[in-house]
Each structure stands twice: as structure tokens, then as C-alpha cells.
């Protein structure tokens, strides 16, 4: 029966011009790809969104969020010792199976990556794709085999998307990023792939039905039934 | 204290989960005892099953959401065979809410719907969000009169229509439900609306135009409540941007019996429980003995 629990701030660190970790006190361990609502205010912006936990330790929750917009704007601003209200864990998470296994992420879509790399056993090469600045290499090193790197500039490793990278010959494929990244993996990969979607959604519990994602099943709730979908359910156009 | 009467039938108080934005309850069941609100209106369903629409179906505007879900629902019979059994469990009163794109649809989902458990049937012509999804039964007074008229004779249970704000005038539409049969009246739906994507200069929604709900309607569905009140001599479920028990006993001093709540439900999933607690202390703290005493006292 619990609700939004408020929760500290430990610390709101920038890692690129956009890129922000921000760590809360919270001792759930949630499955690898689950995903919280987080708010840190009170009427605007008005609901609250969804981040997927970045990494946890069962005292220390960590989430990876991009300042696109008015809430990730606004949460840049929060400062350790503020609290904000946290509804979760929420969603289906990433099933854990044997190795080998690729992790491929773009963008802030590398925030499950982590914490799922913490989690799986057996070798974990992780693919990680950028647009310019380059970030988390560093924190994954202690969790896997190989990094491999691309950004769109050229700036750093492979030059084009991170996609291109990608070679289906390990024993599950693991997901996230944007919708356009999930539909070219899932093109490339024929072996076992897990994809992470993302959505904008008002409640994250499968309630208002604006995160629907046409899948084998027919539609479901990207909060609910997801946001980790098995490749084969899921339907892009 | 917080009990009120509708149509026969006692809720423990005047807070209903707005239709839409609780499923069929089973989502909220992790996160309040269910049994503790008035009743709950059930995800609008038409008699076919819809996968609603495609593209964004959610936009947050300054306060409140637009929203183009379009009807996505299993269907009645879907309702009835897979929902109606866990929610007729729960103790409390249970509205199925039936839009429609024809005549025939309306009057197959309500004599349907007639056999069942559920307390009372709330007429959706208001949905803005599917062609025909209803209200085009919604905007002029002979149409919502027909539509009505029409499903009358189909069910006994009692009739409530939830009427659109996009109405050509609220008061004559209350009323000519009210000549058509219906025994009560849910006013409001959401606001037709437009965003814009201006760097892609296009409309955020693929259908260009959604339903805006939230707090920035609260005002307006607040006055078009006391417009039906004042109307018709039926009972009134006032909604439209409810989001504390203040804003609740506004709409039942405006002239409502009951109350929904919707959009805030998306923000805080308690958030039903807070406000029925509200209700109460307030009735306390001013010495009302029951929600009689201040109900419509705004003319």
C-alpha cells in the first residue's frame, strides 16, 4: 500500500554539457531495468517521470537522467540534503541469464546497463553508443570483458552508431535506448534480445494507457508490461 | 458523515476514480484498500475492442495533460468476462462507462452491460479523441437527446451521461438529457485542445487536436457544474481538474452529489484517499453534519 515515499538526495553530479547522475538514500534492490517516478515538485511541472535505476546497492540508489526538458531541468537544480518523492520499484526488469552477453545502450539509454552489468554472471561485453561526449566508461571497467564505444562526431572510438558495433554471437543481448536504436538492434540481433522501451507516461502503473506499445500480445503498457520486452513480442511499424 | 445518496444507492462518500485513469482498479489495488472509495468508472468501452491511437498519446501542458488515448479498451464483453468479476468484488460503486461511434453500438453495450453487476452505466458522448468516439453525440442537444432517448429503454439501471464541456451551451445539454431519460448527469470531459510541435511544425498528436484535463480546467468545469446543477433536478457528478478536498467541496457547493476524480490520479495513486480524508475533517472542523447541508449552496 505504499505510495510515494520522499526520499534524500546524496549528491546530483553533472557528468557531461546534459548528463547527470543523481544518487538518493534508498535501500530498495529492484531487478536490473526496473524503473522509478521520481518528482521534486509540487504542481509544475505536473507529473511526475520515469527513470530506470542506474545502479544500487541496498543503501544507495542511483539514477542517469539527460536535462531535456522542464523536470530534468528542474532537477538539475537539487542539492544533496533535498528530498524528492519516489514511487516504485515499478515495471518488469531485464531476466538474468548465463553468459556471454552484450549490453548495448545509446545515449542516457546506458542507465540500466549498469546495474544490470553489476548483476549478470558469466563474460559481459557492453556496447555503448554516444553523440559527442563520452561518459561511464570508467564505472563500468570493474563489470566487464570489452567496452566498445562509438560516437556520432567521431570524437571517441567508432565513428556512426553503436549499432553498427553490435555482432549477434553472444547468448542474450541486453537493451536500451530509444525507439529508432531498438528496432535496429532488433534487426541485427537473432539470438535472445531483451529491448528496454521508453515512453512518455503520466502514471508509470499501467493506469492512463499513454505509454500502449503494439506488441504479439496485442497493445501493452510500456510501464507495466515493460518497459524490458523479450524482442520477439514486440511490433515496431 | 461523508456518505451521500445517488439514485438509490448509498456510497460511503462522494469520491469516484474518474473514468480513464483507473483502469479497472486493479492497477491502484497495490497502493490503497479499494473498498475505501465511493466507486470507481470504468475505462470507457465501446462494444468493439480498440487498440486506441497510434503516435504520442500523452502531453503535460502547464497544469494539466493532454491526452489521445482513443478509447483503448477490451470491449464490453472483454469488460465483463475479464474485469467486471474483480471489480464487483470491491465493495463499492462500480460504473461502466460506454462510448460508442453509432447508435447501434450505444444500445448493444448498454443492454449488454443491463445483465451484469455494475451499479449504473455512465453514457461517454464526450470522448473528443476517435472519430465519432462520441461526441458527436456531445456538441448539439438533439443529438445527445437522441442518443439517449435511444438507449433508454435498454437498461433499468440508472443512466448517468457524462457530458463534454465542447457542448454548445451546458445547460440546455443537461437538459435535454434530463427530458431524454437519463437519471443523473457527469459533467465534465476533457477540453479539446491543441499543442504544437514548432520545431517540427506539426501538431503534437497525430489526430491534431486531444482532450486537455488537469487543474487549468478546474475553473470552467467548476461554473458549467453549477450551470447543469441549476438546470436539472437531477443528481450531478461534478469533475474536471479535482486534485484536493478543497477543490471536492467547491464542486459539491457548486452543486454536485459526487465528485470524480481523474488526471491527479496519474501524480499520486493515494490520492483519492487524501481527499476523502479531507472531506472529512472539513466537515468536522465547520460542524456539517452531512454533505446535504452544503450541496448546490452556490446559485
Known sequence: MEGYRKVEILSNEQLTSDMFLMKVALKDLPEPGQFYMLRGWEGVPYLPRPFSVCDADGEVMSFLYQKIGKGTAMMTTFKPGDHIHVLGPLGKGYPLHQGPSALVGGGVGIAPLLYLARKLEGPVDVFLGFREEVFFLEEFKPFVRNIHVSTENGSYGHKGFVTELLTDDYNTTYACGNMLMMKAVKERIHSPLYLSLEAHMACGIGACLGCSHKTKHGQQCICKDGPVFNSEEVLFD | ?299
Not at chain 2, 42 to 66: C, F, Q, V, Y
Not at chain 2, 78 to 96: C, H, N, Q, S, V
Not at chain 2, 234 to 250: F, N, R, S, V
Request: aromatic fraction near 6%.
Open chain 2, 1 to 299: 458523515m461523508t456518505k451521500v445518496k445517488i439514485l438509490d444507492h448509498e456510497l460511503k462518500n462522494p469520491v469516484i476514480a474518474a473514468s480513464g485513469t483507473f483502469g479497472f482498479g486493479r492497477e491502484y489495488e497495490k497502493y490503497m484498500d479499494l473498498s475505501k472509495l465511493g466507486g470507481i468508472s470504468s475505462k470507457g468501452l465501446t462494444w468493439e475492442k480498440r487498440d486506441g491511437n497510434p503516435g504520442l498519446r500523452i502531453h503535460e501542458t502547464a497544469a494539466g495533460i493532454m491526452n489521445s488515448i482513443g478509447l483503448q479498451n477490451p470491449s464490453v464483453k472483454g469488460f465483463i468476462r475479464d474485469e467486471l468479476p474483480f471489480m464487483e468484488k470491491l465493495g463499492t460503486y462500480i460504473l461502466a462507462n460506454i462510448g460508442g461511434s453509432t447508435t447501434e453500438d450505444y444500445i448493444r453495450s448498454v443492454a449488454e452491460i443491463d445483465g451484469t453487476s455494475v451499479d449504473a452505466i455512465e453514457l461517454n458522448i464526450s470522448c473528443p479523441n476517435v472519430k465519432e468516439g462520441g461526441m458527436a453525440f456531445g456538441i448539439r442537444c438533439q443529438d445527445a437527446e437522441s442518443i439517449v432517448r435511444a438507449v433508454r429503454p435498454f437498461t433499468t439501471k440508472p443512466l448517468i451521461v457524462k457530458l463534454s464541456p465542447n457542448a454548445e451551451d451546458i445547460s440546455s445539454m443537461a437538459y435535454s438529457c434530463a427530458e431524454a431519460g437519463a437519471d443523473g448527469i457527469s459533467l465534465v470531459n476533457t477540453f479539446n485542445a491543441l499543442a504544437i510541435d514548432i520545431y517540427n511544425r506539426k501538431p503534437v498528436f497525430n489526430n491534431v487536436t486531444a482532450g486537455l484535463s488537469g487543474p487549468c480546467i478546474k475553473p470552467i468545469a467548476l461554473r458549467m457544474v453549477r450551470d447543469a446543477a441549476m438546470a436539472v433536478d437531477l443528481p450531478i457528478i461534478g469533475l474536471g481538474g479535482i486534485q484536493t478536498w478543497q477543490d471536492a467541496i467547491e464542486f459539491i457547493m457548486a452543486g454536485a452529489t459526487a465528485i470524480q476524480v481523474g488526471t491527479a490520479n496519474f501524480f499520486n495513486p493515494q490520492i483519492m484517499l487524501d481527499i476523502i480524508q479531507g472531506i472529512e475533517a472539513f466537515l468536522v472542523s465547520e460542524g456539517i453534519k452531512n454533505l446535504e447541508e452544503i450541496r448546490g449552496i452556490i446559485r
